[in-house]
């Protein structure tokens, strides 16, 4: 198929900076209407930065104010073998706080 510019259906691109940021539950949808506008939908693949060491996001590990978590049960000590429950930061018990199921983690 031969490129035309005269094709009948009008893509809609957007610019990178353009682009919009929103958070859907599973699954995705393809596509996305706002006013007249297609927006399509893409994981967002830049990581939120978050703090290895206090497990909260917005800061990396070396601009770290705060205590030390547990990644597996939240406590205030080293995970290093850590045997206790999972027990999340922001949700409580059930996942661990860098569990993928958590919704804080999104
Ligand atoms: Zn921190
Ligand atoms: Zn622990
Ligand atoms: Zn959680």
């Given at each position: ?7 009948k259906t ?9 682009a919009i ?86």
């Amino acid at each position: 198929m031969p490129y035309t510019s005269q094709t009948k259906t009008r893509h809609i691109q957007t610019a990178p900076n353009q682009a919009i940021h929103l958070k859907f539950r599973e699954p995705l949808p393809e596509r996305v209407t706002i006013g007249n506008l297609v927006y399509h939908v893409r994981p967002n693949t830049l990581p939120v930065m978050r703090c290895t060491r206090c497990l909260l996001f917005g800061h990396g590990n070396i601009f770290c104010n705060g205590c030390a978590h547990c990644r597996k049960c939240s406590g205030f000590h080293d995970n290093d073998g850590c045997i206790r429950e999972d027990h999340c930061l922001f949700c409580g018990p059930g996942h661990c706080p860098t569990s993928k199921q958590c919704p804080a983690c999104l």
